[in-house]
């Protein structure tokens, strides 16, 4: 499975991004897919996950209430939307694909990893 992470950008504080995963094989569609972001210095952290049907989302609890996760399994990707944001959000991020149906936070539950897409966000 290839993922290929889009939409990220620079935007000031309370502005809004929306990050596209689009996974290369269907293979996907049974799989939890996971948003994860690295800032410089910093180890990479857990942003938010969605389960192979679309019916379980986790989020960090920064990020609750302000990012949305989504799904399209006809379009196999996977969707990200950022709202309100803030300079602590300034990183680059990644859509990485689970192991499992259901998956949150665990890093090491993730076996497929995008590229990465960079965002900025200036006060």
């Known amino acids: 499975v290839q993922l290929q992470a889009s939409g990220g950008g620079s935007v000031q504080a309370g502005g809004s991004l929306r990050l596209s995963c689009a996974a290369s094989r269907r293979t996907s569609r049974n799989n939890a897919v996971g948003w994860f972001r690295q800032a410089p210095g910093k180890e990479r952290e857990f942003v938010s996950s969605i389960s192979w049907r679309g019916d379980t989302t986790i989020y960090a609890d920064d990020v609750r209430g302000r990012f949305t996760i989504s799904r399209d399994n006809a379009k196999d990707t996977v969707s990200l939307q950022m709202n309100s944001l803030k300079p602590e959000d300034t990183a680059v991020y990644y859509c990485?694909?689970?192991?499992?149906?259901?998956?949150?936070?665990?890093?090491?539950?993730?076996?497929?990893w995008g590229q990465g897409t960079e965002v900025t966000v200036s006060s």
């Open positions: 990485a694909v689970s192991r499992y149906s259901y998956s949150g936070r665990d890093l090491s539950n993730y076996q497929y």
